[in-house]
């Protein structure tokens, strides 16, 4: 089946340490997208990427680090530098077919709830 | 600068009740997309529909439809006949056509429905 995978469903680390969480599509997507939700809240872009070896930082990037090395993965780390890392983080993909005026539909995948204790 | 305004934090109706989602956007372009996610307690984010600002017509799923008015800066969900499964977080989102596919989400609705 086509689709995005995350792992873990959940995550529980110490504080200051750093941890990565995966995510894998099988899609042949272009565009991945990492995002971040709080409690009551709509979700906040972390880092994108359009195409392989390439990623900007979305509005909250800090604290946070990723890589595009293959089309199918976009691991992002939650580094000791993020001050309040627990949240529910969502990966997402597009096809990002790169027509002018045309905005792709990102699709999800089930998350990982990340707790830092 | 794009802005996507959910008013209603959370909403419980009973089963079988029709009921009416509220999203009000903000935008400068005069291109641009809308969404609907469903958000179930599992946690992943179900694309629902896509609209872009040239289709004004309305939409209608089964017992969903959507309803686009772009003199009021509104996209509004409807769930006629609400089930228990329709419980979840429902969110709107706004995309500027060209501004690397980056989607602003509005900060939801929870949905109760009550059996």
């Known amino acids: 089946d086509g689709g995005i995978t995350q792992s873990p469903k959940y995550l529980f680390r110490k504080e200051g340490q750093n941890v990565t969480l995966s995510c894998e599509q099988n899609?042949?997507?272009?565009?991945m997208y990492w995002y971040r939700q709080d409690p009551g809240q709509g979700l906040r872009l972390i880092y994108y990427s359009q195409i392989v070896n390439d990623f900007q930082k979305g509005d909250i990037a800090e604290g946070y680090s990723v890589s595009r090395e293959k089309k199918e993965s976009f691991p992002l780390t939650v580094t000791s530098a993020q001050k309040n890392p627990t949240a529910f983080y969502l990966c997402a993909s597009s096809p990002a077919e790169g027509l002018a005026g045309i905005a792709d539909t990102q699709y999800f995948g089930p998350g990982t709830r990340l707790t830092v204790l | 600068a794009q802005k996507v305004t959910q008013a209603q934090t959370e909403i419980s109706v009973v089963e079988k009740e029709d009921v009416t989602l509220d999203c009000v956007y903000e935008?400068?372009?005069?291109?641009?997309?809308l969404f609907w996610y469903k958000q179930p307690p599992s946690g992943e984010l179900v694309f629902l529909i896509r609209?872009?600002?040239?289709?004004?017509q309305n939409e209608i799923s089964g017992r969903y439809s959507w309803n686009f008015q772009k003199s009021t800066s509104s996209f509004n969900f409807t769930i006629t006949a609400s089930q228990v499964v329709d419980s979840a977080v429902y969110f709107c989102a706004l995309s500027e056509a060209g501004r690397d596919d980056k989607i602003i989400f509005g900060k939801g609705t929870r949905l109760h429905i009550l059996p």
């Open positions: 935008t400068r372009d005069t291109t641009y997309y």
């Open positions: 609209r872009n600002s040239f289709d004004e």
């Open positions: 899609l042949n997507h272009d565009a």
